[in-house]
């Protein structure tokens, strides 16, 4: 054994492969000694710690080089990136390695990376595995120019340019060729050229987009970094001038069918409608007749014209705090493809067959001409079912709302049984006035008029999966596969910190974790075990292979209710239209034989959506609070790593960061399975999910970066166990030094 750890030591120190002979060297082995080394490596290589290369060198299995491409494939329980080497030979699996926070090594320019996206990266190991610093990010275009976001700032002898990705520490300089061009506090494009300047990087300008204290400049940013397609094609601005509003021809006529929409008050396009009516056969007494009508986009957007190529470029809109980046120009989107009240609207329509129990007996789809009977929003439905109604809901009241809500009653009888994931979480509306400006940041109620829709809407998906399947038609599922064996094994960790037993090797299914939430629900942990659920969750996809729908505990599912905002759904419209015969306009064989490229591109586009989301929310949410530098908060420890703490904010939801250096002169210990930090001589400690006081040090409007420093005490507990205790990474001496200067 003692040879054994010798030898693994060895190899750890290495940059080389290492033979038998430079091994016994190395190790000063000789005569008897010598006699143990040939099976104390064949007992390594047959436990997988060491492999062999070229037949007679050795090197630690799974060891990584200093420097190489890897993508970035997940996120941890604490909210930190995984990546993986791109290129992988060995027989063992990869090591896990961490994206570490605020990095920007080498100053190259590494713009925000997100899921699926790849790098070239450099790593270091700590006694906690493999921390990777990006050096670039790689653009799915090779060869091309990556864009690199900033702010100039002006100087006597130079123009800097300060970039607006947080992960980047150092600036750039504009070659001076460009420096005329731009004005003090410009928010620019720029590119990397190969020269440098007093060992500066030398960038070139690309696009000055405006000042970037501009109100707006947050969504700006969010789009330029994460390449957001804006704006529409002359071809694609021309195909939309030159279509007209459908007609009924061949379409069912469903004018007179009180349908209705119901989306959120601020919603500009409605492309989903909603009615229910008693069931009148004899046969299904108790049941309901469901009619769900969805905006027929296909009959304007046919498959490889240039609206179809934009917006499959796009592959959904993107969301913003100030504005909509359309997937479909506003002709459409916001008129002739949304169905508005009192005017004539071309839409496909899944007519679904309930029992008293809400099973469905079938459904059947056809295409038709509607006209919707009232616009309202979730607010006027509930509250008009609670006895309230405004003068929109008032005339639907009886007719309309009344027997969709009996259907709805019938639905949740069924939805109870399949017992979908029930996990809670805390929508926030950031309102923005036209100076562009947040005037709130509001939590989202929710109503049973926001479960009915869904509820509609995922009956109506599902009869779409089935339909194409039992046609034989090739289709783009959504997918949401189980929770992996890691995950579980790190919620489980997690759990028996908090005296809550979970068996690792119990199948996870819906029920499990609905009992596991709902247990907890009235405890001092129920956020956290809600998020921490939420958290060991698998993200949903796109896919022609079906896997079934784990979060909603269906076997056959695809999206078919938004085919304004997302392609996919156009996609489906389309299958729907050739298999049903429902016209000439549905799927072609080039479309079907491209649908698995397809299901990749919009998965990845999503992907950066909800990135360009989420970065816009949070510039918006610093600038909000950079007028509140120096208040206390109340928060929530949302994750803990080696680095520091993650903090979300109980009024605004916000997210900020605790660098470890601010919690006070004691070394802190990172407790992985604990998801603690935890001081080395008094034990005190900090907790996933525990509530917190944090005063705001900083907030940085143009990266969205908020930093704070704790004011709650740790919380008393046992101190590390030696091994822990005995830790000197280089994060922690780095951490001794700064206190040091602080002090």
Not at 137 to 151: H, M, S, W, Y
Not at 488 to 504: E, Q, V, Y
Request: charge should be positive.
């Amino acid at each position: 054994m003692a040879l054994a750890n010798s030898i693994i030591k060895l190899l750890e120190g290495q940059r080389k492969d290492l033979s038998k002979r430079d091994i016994a060297r190395e190790l000063g082995l000789s005569g008897k000694d010598k006699t143990g080394l040939k099976e104390a490596l064949r007992a390594l290589e047959d436990a997988g710690k060491i492999e062999r290369k070229d037949k007679r060198k050795y090197a630690l299995a799974g060891r990584l080089p200093n420097v190489f491409v890897a993508e970035f494939f997940d996120r941890d329980h604490d909210g930190e990136l995984l990546a993986r080497p791109v290129q992988w030979e060995s027989a063992a699996p990869p090591p896990l390695i961490v994206l570490a926070p605020g990095q920007g090594a080498g100053g190259r320019g590494a713009s925000a990376i997100g899921i699926g996206e790849k790098a070239l990266i450099r790593v270091t190991r700590d006694d906690e595995g493999y921390v990777a610093r990006i050096i670039k990010k790689l653009t799915q275009e090779q060869g091309t120019d990556q864009p690199l976001l900033g702010v100039v700032n002006k100087a006597r002898d130079a123009v800097q340019i300060s970039p607006t990705n947080r992960k980047i520490r150092q600036s750039w300089v504009l070659r001076p060729l460009d420096c005329d061009k731009v004005e003090d506090g410009d928010l620019v494009t720029v590119a990397q050229v190969r020269e440098r300047r007093h060992g500066a990087n030398l960038v070139r300008l690309i696009e000055r987009l405006g000042d970037a204290n501009a109100p707006r400049a947050a969504s700006m940013i969010a789009l330029t970094e994460h390449e957001i397609p804006q704006g529409f094609t002359v071809e694609e601005i021309a195909q939309t001038e030159a279509t007209k509003p459908a007609i009924l021809g061949k379409r069912t006529d469903l004018r007179t069918l009180p349908l209705i929409t119901i989306d959120p008050d601020d919603a500009r396009d409605f492309d989903d409608a909603v009615h229910a009516r008693a069931d009148d056969d004899p046969t299904n007494s108790g049941g309901w007749v469901v009619t769900v009508a969805i905006a027929d986009v296909s009959a304007y957007v046919s498959g490889n014209s240039p609206l179809d190529r934009g917006a499959r470029k796009r592959g959904n809109s993107v969301y913003l705090p100030d504005q909509v980046v359309p997937m479909l120009p506003e002709r459409l989107s916001n008129d002739l493809c949304s169905l508005r009240p009192d005017e004539d609207r071309a839409c496909m329509v899944v007519q679904m067959v309930f029992d008293a129990q809400g099973n469905k007996r079938h459904h059947k789809f056809l295409r038709a001409l509607m006209r919707s009977a009232a616009r309202l929003s979730y607010t006027q439905a509930q509250e008009a079912i609670d006895g309230k109604p405004g003068d929109a809901a008032a005339p639907v009241l009886d007719s309309v709302l009344k027997p969709l809500w009996a259907a709805y009653a019938a639905l949740k009888i069924a939805r109870t049984k399949r017992n979908p994931l029930e996990i809670e979480s805390t929508e926030r509306k950031i309102r923005v006035n036209e100076q562009g400006k947040i005037t709130s940041i509001t939590k989202q109620d929710r109503f049973d008029a926001h479960r009915l829709i869904e509820e509609f809407m995922v009956a109506a998906n599902v009869c779409a999966a089935e339909t194409l399947e039992q046609k034989h038609t090739p289709l783009i599922y959504r997918v949401h596969n189980a929770s992996s064996a890691e995950k579980l094994h790190a919620l489980s960790d997690f759990l028996r910190t908090i005296d809550i037993k979970w068996a690792k090797g119990e199948r996870a299914t819906t029920k499990r974790f609905n009992t596991l939430i709902s247990t907890s629900k009235s405890g001092k942990y129920a956020d956290i075990i809600n998020e921490m659920v939420l958290r060991s969750q698998m993200q949903a996809i796109y896919d022609t292979r079906n896997i079934g729908h784990f979060g909603l505990n269906l076997n056959h599912y695809a999206h078919f209710t938004s085919p304004i905002r997302r392609y996919a759904d156009l996609i489906v419209h389309r299958a729907l239209i050739r298999c049903c015969g429902l016209g000439p306009d549905g799927a072609t064989d080039a479309e079907q034989s491209q649908l698995k490229s397809i299901a990749e591109d919009i998965t990845g586009h999503e992907r950066r959506a909800m990135a360009a989301e989420r970065d816009a929310a949070g510039r918006y949410i610093a600038s909000y609070l950079s007028e509140h530098v120096g208040s206390a908060f109340n928060a929530r420890i949302s994750g803990v790593t080696r680095f520091g703490l993650f903090l979300r904010l109980d009024e605004t939801g916000a997210d900020g960061f605790v660098p470890i250096r601010q919690l006070g002169h004691e070394f802190f210990v990172h407790d992985e399975k604990a998801h603690a930090l935890i001081g080395r001589e008094t034990g005190g400690r900090y907790t996933l999910g525990q509530l917190v006081k944090a005063e705001l040090m900083e907030a940085t409007p143009l990266t969205g970066g908020l930093l704070f420093e704790m004011l709650t005490a740790p919380t008393s507990g046992p101190r590390p166990g030696k091994s822990a205790r005995g830790r000197r990474d280089k994060h922690a001496k780095g951490n001794k030094h700064r206190r040091k200067r602080r002090s």
